[in-house]
């Protein structure tokens, strides 16, 4: 079951980090812009699109690595101070009754507004450039997709947790300040004693 569910982390992390991109695609958009319409007083018509569109990638896409990763926010008041087989259990309830109710909603008609914008060949009523959205909106669907699997590889997780009382490790990709501190500071006390 470790294999199936690193391999469903795997991917979610290998795509949010080739989606972490869009942040520097987004950077150098917003820098241009602001060079080219403030210093050069010559505006383009689509670095704002482009923006929308690098943002709106990068916001869909980081949802299956953000569940991979356990870096979500949860309102933990209550949660920290169970057992990890209640922990487990509590999570596996909430994946089956809120979670993959969403996400199968975000795929299945995520679905039907790619299919319909691929249909018409849409583009932006927004933009002065009027670019295609088309390509676009084929991230929704894709996006619930991931969500889905990675739901699947935390229910195995939850299952595990539930039956050995300890979780599995997630595969390391990257930490919050925060907690290489703490990680620094446990060692650091640990050498001591």
Known sequence: MNRFIYTIEGLSIWVGRAFGWCILILT?????EVFVRYVLNAPTVWAFDMMVQMYGALFLMAGPYALAQDSHVRGDVLYRLFSTKWQARLDFFLYLIFFFPGMLALFWFGWEIAADSWRYKE???????????????????????????????ELARCWIAMRTGSWPQRLDDVKETEDILMDLQDTASSQKH
Do not use: M
């Open 123 to 153: 583009v932006s009523w927004n933009s002065p450039a009027r670019i295609q959205v088309y390509y676009f909106k084929t991230l929704i669907p894709a996006a619930g997709f991931l969500l889905i699997l990675q739901g699947l590889a």
């Open 28 to 32: 150098l958009s917003v820098t241009y």
